[in-house]
């Protein structure tokens, strides 16, 4: 189950039921949800291919973070291998170590954050840069 004091909107999660990934449009006491209405229904998320789902919300405890993996990093972040263990965000010279600890990321070469999961990973790069980092699945 993810901690909702964690999360914002735009964070990524996923349904440990259903295993579809989902980005936050807006979170509640118990639920995420209630980002507008569509054919007279109240849609809570919008799932990562931009359909709505048939919901009215969706409760902490059916969604977890997403493991970050170096394949996520790549793919979705769009960091490229610069070393062994070093990857590269070129296009804001934002940096990723995975050493025994997890995955470390900072501006330039020093001071490495831990993330751990994706919405880790979002929130930090938000902390630092002052914007969303893009995702491309």
């Known amino acids: 189950m993810i901690n909702a004091r964690e999360l914002r909107i735009g964070n990524k999660v996923i349904n ?9 449009k807006s979170i509640n006491v118990t639920d995420i949800g209630y980002s507008g209405f569509l054919n007279g ?3 809570p998320l919008e799932s990562v291919d931009g359909q ?5 919300g969706i409760g902490f405890g059916v969604l977890d973070p997403i493991l970050l993996t170096q394949e996520i990093i ?3 972040f769009g960091f490229e291998k610069i070393d062994f263990d070093y990857f590269e965000l070129k296009t804001e010279n934002f940096y990723c170590h995975i050493d025994e600890q997890g995955f ?3 501006l ?3 001071n490495f ?9 979002q929130n930090l790069y938000f902390a630092l840069m002052g914007k969303e980092i893009t995702i491309n699945f």
């Open 108 to 110: 330039e070469h020093d």
């Open 41 to 43: 229904h109240i849609w």
């Open 104 to 106: 470390g990321f900072a």
């Open 74 to 76: 790549e793919k979705w």
């Open 113 to 121: 954050y831990i993330c751990k999961y994706v919405h880790e990973l």
């Open 52 to 56: 709505p789902l048939d919901a009215y």
């Open 16 to 24: 440990n039921h259903t295993n579809t990934i989902y980005t936050v």
